[in-house]
């Protein structure tokens, strides 16, 4: 039997991330470890494991999805760049990896790490605050259902 999908099943299985919403692609979340300040991923809608295995439509929402989120955090952390990091061969749910990276923060200039040895944890009215500010920018504070998104 396979292992249980963090994305598809009970969030108890995701105690490492903050959901902030449904958006067109997929799922956000927020990371809980905030070593990159805005660390986000985003789960595709649908259990895949490869970016090949969406359809056209599903990309393009997915992709629509990450600019989106990115351009969330950068309004409202102003981070000096982004990274972005998809897996194909560690995980059995495609999801892409937003990480905000600062000039003067760890790492700059190089690959950051997914699994800190010493991750910064937030107090939990840090990540509400963080999750809400990320709501208000990508429209999800007045659309319990999450988007209404045009995608080109």
Known sequence: MA???????????????????PVPGGVLYLHRD?????????????HVKKV????FQEYRELMDSVYRAAQAVTDLL???????????DTGAHLH???????????????????????PVLLPDAEYLS???????RLGLESNQEGFSWAIF
Not at 78 to 88: A, E, Q, S
């Open 34 to 46: 905030q070593t990159h300040s805005g660390r986000l991923l985003l789960a595709s809608r649908r």
């Open 78 to 88: 102003h981070p000096d760049k982004i990274n972005y990091l998809i897996f194909g």
């Open 96 to 118: 892409i990896h937003i990480v905000p990276k600062y000039r003067d923060g760890k790492d700059w200039g190089k690959v950051f790490l997914t699994d800190e040895p010493t």
């Open 3 to 21: 292992d249980p999908c963090k994305f598809c099943e009970d969030a108890s299985l995701r105690p490492d991330m903050v959901e902030v919403g």
């Open 130 to 136: 963080l999750r809400a500010g990320l709501r208000r």
């Open 52 to 55: 090949t295995d969406l359809s």
